[in-house]
């Protein structure tokens, strides 16, 4: 099985930072972190979970929603098996449980897992 741990939520100013990260741990054929696509995904209350960021196995790959461009970075650490999310300039809007997901294919399937999420609340 794997197990992903987020951490680094909290409450911060509108304008400040957080720095989420994720812990990858799995044991056995098909569980190593370097062998998954990782991504961040966000669900305010009332709403959908939607796409924040993600980047491939090797991390010279990066996604980002729309309105995270240029604030937010996605990076990862390999040696670490961890996962990160940079967030600079947080508005009110990014107010949300933020959410850890490793991807991969397996033949045909999908394989993913998610983390339980770590809170992050912006005051304006």
């Known amino acids: 099985q794997v197990q992903l741990v987020e951490s680094g939520g909290g409450l911060v100013q509108a304008g400040g930072s957080l720095r989420l990260s994720c812990a990858f741990s799995g044991r056995g054929f098909g569980r190593t972190f370097s062998n998954y696509a990782m991504g961040w995904f966000r669900q305010a209350p009332g709403k959908e979970r939607e796409f924040v960021a993600g980047?491939?196995?090797?991390?010279?790959?990066?996604y980002y929603t729309d309105s995270v461009k240029g604030r937010f970075t996605i990076s990862r650490d390999n040696a670490k098996n961890t996962v990160y999310l940079q967030m600079n300039d947080l508005k009110p809007d990014d107010a949300a449980s933020y959410y850890c997901h490793a991807y991969r294919l397996a033949g045909d399937a999908e394989v993913t897992y998610w983390g339980k999420g770590t809170l992050d609340t912006v005051s304006s």
């Open positions: 980047l491939n196995w090797s991390g010279d790959s990066t």
